[in-house]
């Protein structure tokens, strides 16, 4: 019998005002007031800590920690007064607070692991919806029903026998295994990506290792929790060998080139390549691709098969510091000394420019109009890009040309008429 049914042939006047029912309105009284007494308890506790991350993971969870309170005060009391009376209306508040706490644990687990996703609203609702449906068909005693029903539609795989209940519990435990794998991986994540002592290479490698790992392992136990036979495995390794050496030769060949490029270190997270046409910033080295944002803010996405078979320009592979380069022409009447010393002093007045290397001013050669001369100077930030920074110096510096004279000549052509007669 359910414990809807249970609770309904109860339900009358004369029970609740029954000796049974008062001691359960008693014990649930005293357990809110408890709950109650308890949580100015953690709220003093919370107020009182000074560490940051504690206040906010605590407010994080409250809305899970308040339910499993009330549980805990609810079930003790319950299984006290159970040796006395039948607490039938204290265990139907119980189910509907392990529901109420199992939605909220779920769609606070799909906040931690998926933060930022668009579609988590919608992740938050499928994971209530499922909790509570699943509630009220426990409660309403339908639960053995469905699962008769479904264990009823069997079909063999292999010489092995399974059903759709089996099927179902598959799809779910991976679902749940996984949920639970990729908390841990985002928590082993955060804490390795701020080890500052290690490469980021070598960071972002060991994370892609553990990941991978915990995901087998994840998917494994749940097979085995549920039952599966995981002899089943072997044929399916075969398949998925064939597959590999016909179908997913690109694919694998991506996978070990991101492992490559972790491992000999020829890439970093930051660094300023050219592939290519495309110039730009890596921002992420992933097991198959890596994302390359170019100094205008388009990404880039590269299979890393590429980065190992083409020809790769680091500009930041052994040092930071980057040659950025302005070419001006000044008129043959023009100091070449006072033009070199105004470029001179725009370009240290900006922050961004660095002091060592010094900049420096090259002759580069005498042209038809004017004497050609190219301004050098370095950066450490490139990748925060350097056509504003050029724009600026180059404003600042023509603006001092005005000022002392210095000429920026055009092309012109001196045009010579002879007088004569034009013979026919």
Known sequence: MSEFQLLLNDLNYYYLISEPAISQYLVLLASIALFFFARKKIHDVILSSSNKSFKSAVHGIERVLNPLIILIFISTASLITSFIYKTNLLDFIEIILIALIASRLGVYSLRYIFAGNPLLRAFENIIALFVWVYTLIYIFGFSSLISNSLEAVAFKVGGTQYNLLIIIQLIFGIIFSIAIAMSFVSFIERKLMGVKSLDRNLRAMINKIIKLTIYIFAVVIALDTIGIDLTFLSVFGGAFGVGLGFGMQKITSNYISGFTILMDKSLHIGDLITVGDNYGVVTSIKSRYTVLRKLDGVEVII????????????????????????????????????????????????????EDPEPVVYLQNFGESGIDLTLVFYVEDAEEGTLRLKSDISKEFWREFQKQGVEIPFPQRDLHIKSGELKS
């Open 303 to 354: 299979p890393n098969e590429n980065l190992i078979s083409e020809n790769i320009v680091n500009h930041t592979y052994t040092d930071r510091k980057v040659r950025v380069a302005i070419d001006v022409q000044v008129g043959y009447s023009s100091s070449i000394d006072l033009a070199s010393e105004i470029m001179l002093k725009a370009t240290k007045d900006q922050e961004r420019v660095l």
